[in-house]
């Protein structure tokens, strides 16, 4: 289950605040923001690091402002004693921040500028409000649960790696689908020839897992989700295991097609035939920064646009408390 905290002080100098910002410096947009994130938290003291190569993007001079700019060349310590990341993009770049922070347990603070952008938790519209929530210190963090990822080659681990939504087994060649056999807990399940196999967190179930045809599951809820992508077989159906469980797909050997494994959309590892993919529960969870406490349900309505038109139950409510109904 999702577990709510107050944001820790940096464990860096004594009395110092840092904020990572990361940001999709492809787009104007997200220049524009992110310029004007760093003069504003620098003009509360707070003290911005930005990557050397998103600065020279963004076109930021360190010594500019005051405090100045952190400047770090490389990704795998960069949310260290930082009290979040602030991340200005979609959810591609929010993917990306996980796997940035996920060795340093950094929470991480999405802006979209993206699409439907489900893993952020501000808009566009909302950098103001944003900035003095930040200022303030009126946010919270959740853990999300995560996947680990474990590929082996003729019983030998070859890859380590982790995702944030889900990791995905897929044909390499657009001719040729997979056989593959799945197995949960040390028991095989089913073969399926396949198009691929999606193995998804909660926080994955609205990503790949939505489009392949898997259910939606709240982010409190704890479980794995396996999904099958145009298996050609009686029994393919999504299916939720529980978080304690281990899912395994194996390419059949001896057969002619190959795959590859998609973490996140982000990682990609050849699979021959014959390679093992095992996923289970991560052993570090991405904490994702909350600045409001608004039921998934409304971030579903709002996110795909649902309609919800001649909907009663705030007038019933009233109602019940004799209060009256609306006309």
């Known amino acids: 289950m999702s577990e709510t905290s107050t944001p820790e002080p940096a464990s860096g100098d004594a009395g110092t605040r840092r904020v990572l910002l990361l940001a999709h410096t492809g787009r104007e947009d997200a220049r524009e923001v992110a310029r004007a994130f760093c003069k504003a938290l620098t003009g509360h003291g707070i003290v911005v690091r930005l990557l050397a190569a998103e600065a020279r993007d963004l076109d930021i001079d360190p010594d500019d402002l005051d405090p100045a700019i952190e400047l770090t060349d490389g990704e795998r310590h ?4 930082c009290e979040l990341a602030l991340v200005i993009g979609g959810d591609g770049t929010i993917l990306r921040a996980a796997e940035i922070t996920h060795g340093s347990g950094t929470p991480v603070l999405g802006v979209n500028l993206g699409h439907v952008g489900f893993l952020a938790e501000a808009e566009y519209d909302h950098v103001e409000s944003t900035i003095d929530a930040i200022v303030h210190k009126r946010y919270t963090s959740e853990d999300r649960l995560t996947l680990d990822v474990n590929v082996y080659r003729d019983g030998e681990l070859v890859t380590s790696t982790f995702a944030l939504n889900e990791a995905s087994v897929e044909k390499a060649a657009r001719e040729r689908m997979l056989e593959v056999v799945v197995e949960i807990d040390g028991r095989p399940l089913s073969r399926w020839g396949c198009d691929g196999v999606v193995c998804a967190t909660p926080t994955g ?11 939606i599951v709240w982010p409190g809820v ?4 396996i999904v099958p992508i145009s298996a050609h077989a009686l029994f393919a159906r999504p299916m939720v295991v529980a978080p304690t ?5 194996e390419l059949i050997a001896q057969t002619p097609g190959a795959g590859v494994l998609w973490c ?11 390679a093992r993919i095992e996923v289970r529960r991560g052993a570090s969870p991405v904490r994702l920064v909350r600045l409001h406490e608004a039921p998934f349900t409304d971030r579903l309505v709002a996110k795909f646009g649902l309609p919800v038109q001649g909907w009663r139950g705030a007038s019933e409510r009233r109602r019940r408390n004799g209060e009256g109904e609306d006309a």
Do not use: I, K, Q
């Not at 960069?78 to 004693?81: E, I, L, M, R, T």
């Not at 179930?205 to 259910?215: D, V």
């Not at 704890?222 to 989700?225: D, I, P, R, Y």
């Not at 996140?264 to 014959?274: F, K, S």
């Open 78 to 81: 960069a949310g260290d004693d």
């Open 205 to 215: 179930s609205t990503a790949y897992n939505f489009s392949a045809g898997g259910p």
């Open 222 to 225: 704890e479980a794995l989700l």
């Open 245 to 249: 469980s281990v899912l395994a797909v």
């Open 264 to 274: 996140d959309g982000r990682r990609t590892v050849d699979l021959p035939p014959g």
